[in-house]
């Protein structure tokens, strides 16, 4: 009877491991929206998809390599293993939001038929100094997989700014008229 006891015993603390229950899962129920999220979410469509997983292999992508002082930037906020609504956010290398998408009261997708979803374009201006800034976009929701821990998930993205070409190519007036006078003299 011991050596059947230990048996079982062992068995008992194999199972996790044998069945891949070991690791903890999300907990997500449909009965969560209406306990634990209409609150603040009280015209956005009942899902579980508009909190959990949407935190998995985030990634945000500028859509050129460099940009001139001023000139528009779309970056991309993508990642996530499930298709619902988001609320995407853009913040510049001082922590202000420059660009932010959302339904109209801002949390989430207040019932429209075009929600935002992943992939998410967020469209800013670049900075007027030329420079590498270091933006961060972002996804606000349930980062607790439990309906109650509300946060963010941020991702970098950095941003080149290049000297416009007319700032390249133009010189000081004196500059250019004692250059122009001195090819004059060994012409």
């Not at 993508?78 to 801002?106: C, F, K, M």
């Not at 970098?156 to 004196?174: L, M, Q």
Request: hydrophobic fraction near 35%.
């Amino acid at each position: 009877m011991p050596s059947q006891l230990r048996r079982f015993t062992a068995l008992l603390l194999l199972a996790p491991v044998l069945t891949g229950s070991f690791a903890a899962r999300a907990d997500a129920r449909p009965s969560f929206f209406a306990s634990r999220c209409v609150s603040c979410h009280t015209n956005d469509t009942q899902t579980c998809n508009g909190c959990h997983h949407h935190v998995d292999a985030l990634s945000a992508a500028a859509n050129q390599a460099t940009y001139q002082p001023g000139t528009a930037v779309t970056v991309t906020l993508d990642g996530g293993s499930e298709h619902g609504w988001i609320r995407a956010v853009l913040y510049d290398q001082a922590n202000n939001v420059v660009a932010l998408r959302s339904g109209p009261t801002g949390t989430g997708d207040d019932g429209l038929a075009n929600p935002v979803v992943y992939p998410a374009a967020l469209v800013a201006t670049a900075p007027m100094q030329p420079g590498d800034y270091t933006w961060q976009a972002a996804w606000f929701g349930n980062t607790g997989n439990g309906g109650s821990v509300h946060g963010e998930v941020r991702t970098p993205v950095v941003i080149h700014v290049v000297p416009s070409t007319s700032d390249v190519d133009a010189e000081p007036p004196v500059r250019r008229t004692s250059w122009d006078r001195i090819k004059s003299l060994y012409k």
